[in-house]
């Protein structure tokens, strides 16, 4: 069975650049949440998503972005990037809101 | 202000070895606390999880030690192997709302064969 699967692996962007980052959840999964995840720290909750609606939202700014589809996978979008934005982002889908999450291999976005 | 304090940064045990990990809380309404092992590149895998009505849960070499009134929760691995050389972060999650897992920072363990 497929896990969760992010794209695109690597990304190198310059500041002020705008980035989307995606993912596809475990098949049957229908919430997606989304991690910042900065070097030799733990991840940072973003973002949840259950059945296309935002149901959770952290202490990011409103640069920070996204959204679900009908099929369950779900983009990030972060706008007028900083160096600090620099980081590996993971992606985790569950089956239902509150439900144990897997986690995708995520995307390492440096910021130049 | 770090939600989940974990300790230590980094250990390094013998193959065969105990490796301990320990991680505190203040948040009372975290109501779930999983253990995720993350090798470098990859994404984190949970480990092993548990809830705050029971004190101990075993699986194979992993067992989680949870003391409620303490607020204090510890992994710990047996028979440590070669293979089992990753960082490691517990997390815990408010009961009610979003599934937000807030994580502890990480303690890389190094096996030495």
């Known amino acids: 069975d497929a896990g969760v699967t992010q794209s695109p692996t690597h990304l190198i962007k310059t500041r002020g650049q705008q980035v989307t980052l995606r993912c596809s959840p475990i098949s049957g999964h229908k919430s997606v949440s989304w991690y910042q995840q900065v070097l030799g720290q733990g991840p940072q909750f973003i973002f949840q998503?259950?059945?296309?609606?935002?149901?959770g939202r952290g202490n990011f700014p409103d640069r920070f972005s996204a959204r679900q589809f009908p099929n369950y996978s779900s983009e990030l979008n972060v706008n007028a990037l900083l160096l600090g934005d620099s980081a590996l982002y993971l992606c985790?889908?569950?089956?239902?809101?509150?439900?144990?999450?897997?986690f995708g291999p995520g995307t390492r976005l440096t910021v130049l | 202000q770090q939600q989940v304090k974990q300790s230590p940064q980094s250990l390094i045990v013998q193959k065969g070895g105990i490796s301990i990990i320990n991680c505190a809380y203040e948040n009372t309404a975290f109501d779930y606390f999983p253990w995720y092992q993350q090798f470098p590149g990859k994404g984190p895998a949970l480990l092993i999880a548990i809830r705050p009505d029971v004190s101990e849960k075993k699986e194979g070499r992993f067992t989680i030690s949870f003391n409620k009134s303490a607020k204090q929760f510890s992994l710990h691995i047996m028979d440590s192997q070669p293979g089992d050389s990753a960082t490691y972060f517990c997390?815990?999650?408010?009961?009610?709302?979003?599934?937000?897992?807030?994580f502890g920072t990480g303690t890389r363990l190094t096996v030495i064969p």
């Open positions: 985790a889908s569950s089956w239902g809101q509150n439900n144990e999450q897997f």
């Open positions: 998503y259950y059945e296309k609606e935002e149901r």
């Open positions: 997390a815990a999650r408010v009961g009610a709302g979003a599934n937000n897992l807030f």
